[in-house]
């Protein structure tokens, strides 16, 4: 592997599919693991230590779901989830699953490419800014304490575990506790989008934030966004 090649894991179990997708992302010069079942996939994540995974949600063995738990549950890495119609990403985008982008088949292989690449610029730009900053301490608005070099985060002591989106989301409410924050700044910002359809990813990741920090940390300002209260 050249240095600075970033790693990618596609899990597909559609041959064809699988195949062009590795072939359009190894052209673009990303080094590409395959894995074709749900049990397969977390073995390859947890040997290969990829930079991202495009992995679609219906699997052999246990699905992308649960792919997507138990490899989150190592250390957070993007993930690119692909689904076979509209209505399950929308169940997804509901259940604030973890993943940091959706994609629904058929997709253009380049939209695919386009979106890889977006989302790593997205992880590495935060990665950038806060090793920028090294001096930067950690941010505590009452119980919540986030570090962003460490990119850690607890609340009342206890440890979360956020996706990379999840926590430049939570790093952008924090620089401006209280404030309300329209959706689609975050949108642009955080994702780095400017299409408003896709407000709806903003609220997935809302309520994973919730989920797992509890539920009223973020205050919901209705039709226009949100905004991080400060816990007692
Ligand atoms: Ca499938």
Not at 2 to 27: C, H, K, P
Not at 188 to 198: C, L, N, Q
Not at 214 to 230: K, M
Request: proline residues 6%; negative net charge; contains cysteine.
């Amino acid at each position: 592997m050249r240095e600075g090649q970033r790693r990618i894991l596609v899990v597909e179990d559609e041959l064809t599919i699988a195949e062009s997708i590795a072939a359009r992302l190894r052209a673009e010069g990303f080094e590409v693991e395959l894995a074709h079942d749900g049990p397969a996939a977390v073995a390859k994540a947890e040997q290969v230590v990829p930079d991202l995974i495009v992995l679609d949600l219906m699997l052999p063995g246990f699905d992308g779901l649960e792919v997507c738990r138990r490899v989150q549950a190592h250390r957070p890495v993007p993930v690119l989830m692909l689904t076979a119609r509209d209505d399950e990403t929308d169940l997804l985008v509901g259940l604030a699953v973890g993943a940091d982008d959706y994609m629904t088949k058929p997709f253009s292989i380049r939209e695919l490419a386009a979106r890889v690449h977006a989302l790593l610029r997205r992880v590495e730009r935060s990665v950038v800014v806060h090793e920028g900053n090294r001096a930067e301490s950690t941010i505590v608005l009452g119980d919540l304490e986030i570090d962003p070099v460490e990119r850690r985060v607890q609340r009342a002591g206890e440890p979360a575990h956020l996706t990379p989106t999840e926590f430049e989301l939570l790093a952008h409410l924090a620089g401006r506790p209280r404030a309300v924050v329209p959706r689609e700044r975050l949108l642009s910002e955080v994702w780095g989008w400017t299409d408003p359809a896709a407000t709806r990813t903003v609220d997935s990741h809302i309520k994973a934030l919730r989920r797992k920090l509890g539920a009223d940390l973020i205050r919901t300002v209705h039709g226009v966004g949100y905004a991080l209260e400060v816990p007692k």
